[in-house]
């Protein structure tokens, strides 16, 4: 599980290099399509990794297996390994992911600037919060 858990974490940290890469941190660079293409890509990758690192969390750990995306978070907040507002903000990725998935028409570019200044790095504080868990 060790190597499952390091797999994740490791693609979470390329995607948000990638998305490091292609905005360089400035919200206005996602008004080119190419690079709002990009980063839709790595960020749904990324979250689509944190979800995948929950539920091999969940499953070594034996706890209930969640029916939502969503859930996957709730059930790691809810065995103390994330803080609620953490795991709030998780459950909003896996919106934007299911949004992003299933109708990207309506991704609305203010949203993804947001995303990119206020939210992103919560990914990587996720796959920390996991990565110090396991440590212990």
């Known amino acids: 599980m060790k190597d499952q858990i ?17 905005t360089e941190g400035n919200p206005e660079s996602l008004v080119q399509m190419t690079n709002q293409d990009a980063y839709i890509l790595n960020l749904q990758r990324g979250i689509q990794a944190c979800i995948d690192l929950a539920n091999i969390v ?6 209930e297996m969640p029916g939502t995306y969503r859930e996957s978070f709730q059930i790691l907040s809810d065995h103390g390994l994330l803080d609620a507002g953490l795991c709030k903000k998780m459950q909003k990725m896996c919106g934007f992911r299911n949004i992003a998935i299933h109708d990207y028409r309506k991704i609305d570019v203010e949203i993804l600037k947001n995303i990119l200044t206020n939210d992103l790095r919560d990914l990587e504080r996720f796959y920390q919060v996991i990565l110090q868990q396991e440590k212990n």
Not at 6 to 14: G, M, Q, S, T
Not at 58 to 63: A, F, L, R, T, V
Request: charged share 45%.
């Open 6 to 22: 390091l797999e994740k974490a490791n693609i979470i940290r390329r995607c948000l290099q990638r998305i490091d890469e292609i």
């Open 58 to 63: 969940i499953k070594e750990h034996k706890w």
